[in-house]
Nanobody, 127 residues
Framework: QVQLVESGGGLVQSGGSLRLSCAASGRTFSSYAMGWFRQAPGKEREFVAAISWSGGNTYYADSVKGRFTVSRDNAKNTVYLQMNSLKPEDTAVYYC????????????????????WGQGTQVTVSS
C-alpha cells in the first residue's frame, strides 16, 4: 500500500502563489505516476495535473496551464504542485493520488485510474 499526505495549502490573495507537497510512503514511490485533483463545494472532482513515474511527461488541465507546475523528487518520495497566479476559481480541496498501471490512453485525467489518495489540503484564494 501507499500512504499519501498533502501539505502546503492555505489562504492566499488572488495573484499569489502556493506550493503543495505530497509525501508518499509504503511502496516504491518511483514506480507510480502521480496526479493532482481538486474539488470545490458543489462541484465535481476535477483533474489538475499529473506526472509520469520518470518525471519525463507532465499533464495539465487547460484551466491551469501556464500557471501550475507539477514536479517530483523521487529521492524524497515527494511530488509537488507549484501554483502561481492563483485565481478565486482555484479555491478547492486539493488531493494527490498515485497510479501504478494505467488502462486508458488518457489516464492522467481520470480519477478511477488512481489507486491511492491523500486526505487533501484546502486552498483558498481571495479576490
Amino acid at each position: 500500500q501507499v500512504q499519501l499526505v498533502e501539505s502546503g495549502g492555505g489562504l492566499v490573495q488572488s495573484g499569489g502563489s502556493l506550493r503543495l507537497s505530497c509525501a508518499a510512503s509504503g511502496r516504491t514511490f518511483s514506480s507510480y505516476a502521480m496526479g493532482w485533483f481538486r474539488q470545490a463545494p458543489g462541484k465535481e472532482r476535477e483533474f489538475v495535473a499529473a506526472i509520469s513515474w520518470s518525471g519525463g511527461n507532465t499533464y495539465y488541465a487547460d484551466s491551469v496551464k501556464g500557471r501550475f507546475t507539477v514536479s517530483r523528487d523521487n529521492a524524497k518520495n515527494t511530488v509537488y504542485l507549484q501554483m502561481n497566479s492563483l485565481k478565486p476559481e482555484d479555491t478547492a480541496v486539493y488531493y494527490c493520488a498515485a497510479l501504478e498501471y494505467a488502462s486508458s490512453s488518457t489516464w492522467w485525467s481520470r480519477s478511477y485510474e488512481y489507486d491511492y489518495w491523500g486526505q487533501g489540503t484546502q486552498v483558498t484564494v481571495s479576490s
